[in-house]
């Protein structure tokens, strides 16, 4: 396992990214260096950071501690797609954070039930359940779909199986981890036991040869596009062969949107493209327009009302704060028009990055509005690419376990922004390799 973990860091990253602490400028709170020690010194590792520090964000900018601006292409993994710092947003939220912002389990609030109203009238169920990250509301569809495989359709207790794809990512927790197949989300994290089953992704015979030998199967769940597995885009159709086959086997089929919701595709869920209405669904990241950590699980009654009382809560789900930053972040996305300017640039972005011959694309993959992929040949490294970019200005990131360079920028982003961005991109390729 070590060595498979090694195999895909060096895919990925290769020797452009070494763990060690800076030794140079831990004096000068104006360097990058100065608080990457601190982090180094005093936090536990997380993800393979670009060596830069940010200290102020504004619609699709950022800017470090050197006073440099640069465009954000990656808005917080699409947590900010209304934009760094909202001003409607932050407002509605310092208004409730002078009123009242958790109550917990002591009560009821005035906020969480209108919220819940709104939010199930604009995304087409009957409940929503809160909770804080995504990786939460994930495993609050996978409570639901246990709950519901053994009292609705029967399967014997501690038999229930869940599937998910080759490349899913939904978190570094336990069951997150159990229910993906990246050799550095599993190694030393185990035992798990979880009865979580991993299949091929946009593969719909697979999937129907694993529904069709087990009625144990209570649940799919999958991403309609994948994030972190490196944008990848299913085939045409695959959405709706999914629906046909939990359909046809009653199996509940759950949609991960926690990257792929709230507009990012050009439409308020990625499953409205092939007009596909999943059992269960999970939000999340923009769900707070970046300020707060919310989202959400939505089902029917016939499946949310299978948890009972005290069974699914969580300290800061569902409060007051969390509901009116909720509400105005989707709002925003209306008011502005943030779908519609992700469906149409979307459309520009994909032409522009059709037209890049360089030799060590492998593909290209984009169409359906701000998120694209640029998968690299084994010559050059994505995170060579992703510190390059950082250098010219502009700010992505590799996928964690392929070889490609990730395109999601804010929904706010102007025409003009994304081809200075493109442009950035293009000159930066131009300097890696010649052009042919």
Known sequence: MIEAVKRIFQTTVGKDYELTRPTEKLDDPKSHEYYIAKEFDYGCHGPMALPYVFCKGDGVYLHDVTGKRYLDFMSSFGAVNQGHCHPKIRDV???????????????????????????CGKFGFQKVHFANGGVEAVEHAVLLARRWGYEVKKV?????????????????????????????????????????SIIPYDDPDALEKELKGDSNIVAYLFEPIQGEGGIRYP??????????????YNVLMIADE????????????????????????????????????????????DIMDLIN????????????????????????????GLIDNALELGKHLEKEL????????????????????????SSIKAFTVATRLAEKGLISHPASTVNVIRIHPPLCITKEQLDEGLRIIRDVFDNLYSVG
């Open 93 to 119: 939220m310092i208004d409730q954070m002078n009123k009242l912002t958790l109550t917990c389990v002591s009560g009821y609030n005035d906020k969480l039930g209108p919220t819940y109203e709104f939010m």
């Open 156 to 196: 014997k207790d501690g038999k229930a199986r869940i599937l998910f794809p080759h490349g899913a990512y939904w978190g570094r927790s336990i069951a997150a981890r159990a229910g993906q197949d990246h050799p550095e989300a599993l190694y030393h994290f185990g035992p798990f036991g979880l009865n979580f």
């Open 235 to 248: 085939q045409e159709g695959y959405l709706k062969r999914v629906r046909e086959l939990c359909t046809k």
């Open 258 to 301: 926690i990257q792929t919701g709230l507009g990012r595709t050009g439409k308020l869920k990625c499953c409205d493209w092939e007009g596909v209405r999943p059992d269960i669904m999970t939000i999340g990241k923009s769900l707070s327009g970046g300020f707060y950590p919310i989202s959400a699980c939505f089902a029917d009654k």
């Open 309 to 336: 009382p005290g069974e699914a809560m969580t300290t800061y789900g569902g409060n007051p704060l969390a509901a009116v930053i909720a509400k105005r972040s989707i709002e925003v996305l209306y008011e502005e």
């Open 354 to 377: 059709r037209t890049f011959n360089h030799k060590f694309i492998k593909d290209i993959r984009a169409g359906k509005g701000l998120y694209a992929g640029i998968e690299l040949d």
